[in-house]
């Protein structure tokens, strides 16, 4: 996961950092660099080369079409593992997200000569694979797309720190982000950068970590800062809504999970509510499609002893997301005698997940799918009541 640019903090005086909690008042990255203006030693092939192969998290991938192309043509591209963006003649076009499972995407009408871009960085799955790129004409035919040059994107701080960076320069695409924040007493924090895309922090020369939408908290332990001036270093992929950062306390919903803590579910998460009983499988259809990791499903029960036999996640086109993957993030509590939090995805509907009768009303549990699935809705199957009264409950579904 990268990309974007980098800044440099300006700051009108001394931003501080709390000793006793580890915040640090938000500041703006704002000097920056664009990938495209650091592209150099280009390796030529006639399909674009892996990123294990090329040594990089990231690559940019340029073509320089032969023949004219129509309007709306269909172009597909290999498993990516991540994200990919294209580029025509240096502008914005399409976004391709490997891990959603798109690979398709539509191009207008180009001249012979045009120049086709595609950047691509490293996701979850950690493939990083582009493959071949087809194109289908109009005949239905796909034809591969040959001749390529491959440009290399180092996934390594003096790389980031060797570009030339401006605070006038137009920010276009993958683009590198450069800043200062200044503490007085250094003190464990997270980094919250849910007004960026997706991409990479360095701090003080060391790589923090990976960011996206979805997972926008990083940690930053008080021995990656200094006493006074501290640098930071973000390439985003996307581009940010607005260039800033700052540390706080709590790492938030998804950085809980990743912390191994609780996680907090608000509101604005719920993807669907309603009634469920114990008489066979219920399917729920979101209002809205959601691109997430972690689903999150909340019962309460009015006699405080409701269960969860089965669960199951569903894509676009009703397909069901694979639970190969699948762990438990968190468990609000369990009863092992009766049934863990894990048994609402071992395929096995005699199994349950029954939260401990003493723990007060609502009780979660939080799957993990192992990386982002663009998902439209869930099944959710109640056991039989063992006293042979039926069964109901609220539940709620939480996409984080």
């Given at each position: 996961?990268?990309?974007?640019?980098?800044?440099?903090?300006v700051?009108?005086g001394?931003?501080h950092?709390?000793?006793?909690?580890?915040?640090?008042?938000q500041?703006?990255?704002?000097?920056?660099?664009?990938?495209?203006?650091?592209?150099?030693?280009?390796?030529?092939?006639?399909?674009?080369l892996p990123?294990?192969?090329l040594?990089?998290?990231?690559?940019v991938?340029?073509?320089?079409?032969?023949?004219?192309?129509?309007?709306s043509?269909?172009?597909c591209?290999?498993d990516?593992?991540?994200?990919a963006?294209?580029?025509?003649?240096?502008?914005?076009?399409?976004?391709?997200?490997?891990?959603a499972?798109?690979h398709?995407?539509?191009?207008?009408?180009?001249?012979?000569?045009?120049?086709?871009?595609?950047?691509?960085?490293?996701?979850?799955?950690?493939?990083?694979?582009?493959?071949?790129?087809?194109?289908?004409g109009?005949?239905?035919?796909a034809?591969?797309?040959?001749?390529?040059?491959?440009?290399?994107?180092?996934?390594?701080?003096?790389?980031?720190a060797?570009?030339?960076?401006?605070?006038?320069?137009p920010?276009?695409?993958?683009?590198?982000?450069?800043?200062?924040?200044?503490?007085?007493?250094?003190?464990?924090?997270?980094?919250?950068?849910?007004?960026?895309?997706?991409?990479?922090?360095y701090?003080?020369?060391?790589?923090?970590?990976?960011?996206?939408?979805?997972?926008?908290?990083?940690?930053?332990?008080?021995?990656?800062?200094?006493?006074?001036?501290?640098?930071?270093?973000?390439?985003?992929?996307?581009?940010?809504?607005?260039?800033?950062?700052?540390?706080?306390?709590?790492?938030?919903?998804?950085?809980?999970l990743?912390?191994?803590l609780?996680?907090?579910?608000?509101?604005?998460?719920?993807?669907?509510?309603?009634?469920?009983?114990?008489?066979?499988?219920?399917?729920?259809?979101?209002?809205?499609?959601?691109?997430?990791?972690?689903i999150?499903?909340?019962?309460d029960?009015a006699?405080?002893?409701?269960?969860?036999?089965?669960?199951?996640?569903?894509?676009?086109?009703?397909n069901?997301?694979?639970?190969?993957?699948?762990?438990?993030?968190?468990?609000?509590?369990?009863?092992?005698?009766?049934g863990y939090a894990e048994?609402?995805?071992?395929?096995?509907?005699?199994?349950?997940?029954k939260?401990?009768?003493?723990?007060?009303?609502?009780?979660?549990?939080?799957?993990?799918?192992?990386?982002?699935?663009?998902?439209?809705g869930?099944?959710?199957?109640?056991?039989?009541?063992?006293?042979?009264?039926?069964?109901?409950?609220r539940?709620?579904?939480?996409?984080?």
């Open positions: 996961m990268l990309l974007t640019g980098i800044a440099m903090l700051s009108d001394n931003i950092a709390d000793s006793r909690t580890g915040q640090i008042p500041f703006r990255l704002s000097e920056t660099s664009s990938v495209w203006d650091a592209l150099s030693g280009a390796i030529e092939s006639e399909r674009p990123l294990d192969s040594g990089a998290e990231a690559a991938y340029r073509h320089r079409v032969r023949n004219d192309i129509p309007a043509s269909q172009w591209i290999g990516t593992g991540g994200l963006l294209v580029f025509i003649d240096g502008n914005p076009t399409a976004v391709i997200d490997g891990e499972g798109k398709t995407f539509s191009l207008p009408a180009m001249e012979a000569g045009t120049t086709v871009e595609i950047f691509v960085a490293r996701g979850n799955s950690l493939t990083g694979e582009i493959g071949k790129v087809e194109m289908t109009s005949a239905g035919d034809v591969e797309l040959s001749g390529w040059r491959n440009f290399p994107v180092p996934d390594d701080y003096s790389f980031a060797s570009l030339t960076y401006s605070t006038d320069a920010v276009e695409g993958p683009t590198y982000y450069r800043g200062n924040f200044n503490v007085t007493t250094p003190a464990d924090t997270y980094l919250d950068l849910s007004t960026w895309g997706q991409g990479i922090v701090v003080n020369g060391y790589r923090v970590g990976a960011f996206s939408k979805k997972e926008p908290t990083l940690s930053l332990s008080a021995s990656s800062q200094r006493a006074g001036d501290n640098e930071i270093i973000v390439f985003d992929v996307i581009g940010p809504e607005r260039p800033d950062v700052r540390g706080v306390v709590s790492p938030g919903a998804v950085g809980r990743r912390a191994g609780p996680c907090e579910l608000t509101p604005d998460m719920i993807v669907a509510e309603g009634e469920l009983t114990a008489d066979g499988w219920k399917e729920v259809e979101f209002a809205f499609p959601v691109n997430t990791r972690y999150a499903f909340e019962i029960g006699d405080g002893v409701t269960s969860l036999a089965e669960v199951r996640i569903v894509g676009p086109g009703i069901r997301v694979s639970q190969e993957r699948w762990k438990v993030a968190h468990a609000s509590s369990e009863t092992p005698e009766d048994d609402i995805f071992d395929m096995d509907e005699s199994t349950r997940w939260p401990a009768k003493k723990e007060s009303m609502p009780q979660t549990v939080v799957i993990d799918m192992g990386s982002s699935f663009g998902v439209t869930v099944q959710m199957l109640m056991p039989d009541s063992e006293t042979g009264q039926k069964k109901r409950c539940y709620r579904i939480y996409a984080l």
